[in-house]
């Protein structure tokens, strides 16, 4: 069975920082783009942050220059660097798989940021 674990999410003031991961299990990571999305209260869930294969990334204009996405293949695991935290960044951030065929994707389970004073 396919795993996605989330895990670095919390209570944060604006400012600071935070650093998410993502371990994945039962699949060949390395050959996956990997991905950050997050949901806030009342709101869609959006991409924010994604990684090919290759380790090509892109990003949604509202995190450029505070977020940086990476992934580590031998540990089989994706993080999301986030700093200068904002309250709009509070939401469920969830780690996403998409495999380079067919429709098949994996989402984990998802883990909690709060930014507040």
């Known amino acids: 069975q396919v795993q996605l674990v989330e895990s670095g999410g919390g209570l944060v003031q604006p400012g600071e920082s935070l650093r998410l991961s993502c371990a994945a299990s039962r699949i ?58 904002k309250p709009e960044d509070t939401a469920v951030y969830y780690c996403k798989a998409d495999a380079p065929y067919g429709n098949l994707y994996y989402w984990g389970q998802g883990t909690q940021v709060t930014v507040a004073s």
């Open 28 to 85: 060949t990571f390395r050959i996956y783009t990997m991905g950050w999305y997050r949901q806030a209260p009342g709101k869609q869930r959006e991409l924010v942050a994604a990684i090919t294969s290759g380790g090509s990334t892109n990003y949604t204009d509202v995190v450029k220059g505070r977020f940086t996405i990476s992934r580590e293949n031998a540990k089989n695991t994706v993080y999301l660097q986030m700093s200068s935290l």
